[in-house]
């Protein structure tokens, strides 16, 4: 991660800034690339490590000189001169990465968006957002399949031109390309939530548990996805770190509800009625939660009944629904509860997981194996 939210271009081996934008990058980005770039020999291999080392060390000037040293014997050498892209990006030197990641965009290779990636940060971090749209936007035209072009413009349109829907938008193309990425569907959950959207938050949260059930934002997300099964619809996470009786008391569904992701009013008026059931259960001495999976389990139920009609030209209908429609018809609902919730307050979930090791498995494979819709 390059920040909190970016998703990382990095590429290690073996796997100032100026209140004129250079004309001459902007009129040679967004081209096809004609260069052929020639591959690296083992010592500028070495070479290149040890600028790795150097950079992760903090120490820019001599990471920049090893590949500088590279590029003096083979300027065609991509890998050093990405790295030296990157180097000059954290240092800051913001200028002199975008002239020499324009330089690295000129070579065909699976690195292009890499490049595209690094001069549009730049522009970013310069306080021209514009112009890195513009750059993400070309490096898409070059390189479609590039997830990181796709969320990192997400990035800049919801952080630095403060525009949710936009960012939206490119969220979720990058899910479509990248189903497995923890980071999309949190950021997506997210975006989903601040603008109210609750059941698609929902939806985004509940797959970012699945993916990354014990990570370090797994409880935020866990918060998130139980504020919105109490009832909540808007705002961060009131009491995630409660126990599930202790909740904020359910909302009413808002008039003037968004549909524009799909209509779920009568969705969410059941989680507020199964919300209320779940209060009056334990109210009258039923366990925590053997009383939330009959309340998971009913909810998974009644979306399972949806007509897949109703949501054929949604984003949520087409990626999100079958999905867990299928979880609820393969009776996968109760490990997939206990398989989200490993960061949570909840008594007997380490327990629940050991014990049923069998069944984790079992949906585990599931889950990987599942084909997203694209």
């Not at 324009?102 to 001069?119: K, N």
Request: net charge negative; charged share 20%; glycine share 6%.
């Amino acid at each position: 991660m390059r920040s909190s939210v970016r998703l990382a271009v990095r590429m290690v081996l073996g796997m100032c800034l100026l209140a004129v934008w250079p004309a001459l990058v902007l009129a040679q980005s967004g081209t096809a690339p004609t260069r052929t770039a020639k591959p690296s020999t083992d010592a500028e291999d070495a070479v290149i490590q040890a600028g790795v080392a150097l950079h992760d060390q903090g120490k820019f000037d001599e990471a920049i000189a090893k590949y500088e040293e590279v590029l003096r014997q083979s300027p065609d050498n991509l890998t050093a001169l990405y790295e030296l892209a990157y180097t000059l990006h954290e240092k800051p030197d913001l200028t002199r990465s975008i002239e020499v990641a324009t330089r690295g965009s000129t070579y065909q290779s699976d690195m292009l968006p890499m490049f595209y990636d690094l001069v549009a940060s730049s522009l970013d971090t310069m306080g021209k957002p514009e112009d890195a749209i513009a750059m993400y936007k070309k490096g898409i035209a070059l390189a479609p399949d590039a997830t990181t072009l796709y969320f990192n413009m997400a990035v800049t349109y919801l952080e630095s031109l403060k525009d949710p829907t936009e960012a939206r938008r490119w969220l979720k193309q990058a899910a479509i390309l990248d189903p497995l990425e923890p980071e999309i569907q949190l950021m997506l959950g997210q975006v989903y939530q601040n603008a109210g959207y609750p059941t698609p938050a929902l939806f985004a949260f509940a797959k970012y548990l699945i993916l990354e059930p014990t990570g370090s934002r797994a409880l935020t997300a866990y918060g998130y996805w139980r504020q919105i099964l109490r009832g909540g619809t808007t705002g961060a996470p009131s009491a995630a770190a409660q126990p599930m009786r202790d909740a904020a008391t359910p909302q009413a569904p808002r008039p003037g509800a968004k549909i524009d992701e799909g209509d779920f009013a009568d969705f969410e008026a059941e989680i507020l009625r199964s919300q209320q059931k779940l209060i009056a259960d334990m109210d009258g001495g039923a366990q925590e939660m053997p009383t939330f999976l009959a309340q998971l389990t009913h909810l998974l139920d009644v979306l399972a009944a949806r007509p897949a009609a109703r949501d054929q030209d949604t984003f949520i209908g087409k990626y999100y629904l079958p999905y867990f429609r299928e979880l609820d018809q393969k009776h996968f609902v109760e490990v997939y509860a206990y398989w989200s919730m490993q960061r949570a307050p909840v008594p007997g979930v380490r327990e629940w997981l050991t014990a049923n090791q069998a069944r984790v498995r079992e949906f585990l494979d599931w889950t990987g194996k599942y084909e997203w819709a694209k």
